[in-house]
């Protein structure tokens, strides 16, 4: 048995490179700031993070502890990080 990536692959993977490399530079980050939505956020570390590179953080969990936490962590590191527990259907 032999491990061969499939036809294309590395250029697939040269085009993600390139998209990381472009995502990475501050310019590119500036024409996107404004709201982001963390699905499945629980204690979050995501979110925290979106809010200190200045997003408007709103996150969602079906957990209300682990909202509470989100929420907690990030006004001890001085971010707003909005969150909702919503319990499935």
């Known amino acids: ?24 530079n501050d310019s590119f980050l500036t024409l996107f700031l404004g709201r982001a939505l963390d699905l499945g956020m629980g204690e979050g570390r ?19 502890n682990a909202v509470q936490k989100a929420v907690s962590s990030g006004q001890s590191q001085g971010v707003q990080v909005n969150g909702i527990a919503v319990k499935p259907q």
């Open 46 to 64: 995501n979110a925290v993070y979106l809010a200190k590179q200045e997003y408007e953080v709103e996150g969602v969990d079906i957990s209300s």
């Open 1 to 24: 048995m032999s491990l061969r990536a499939p036809k294309g692959a590395w250029q697939s993977y040269r085009k993600v490179l390139r998209l990381l490399h472009f995502v990475r």
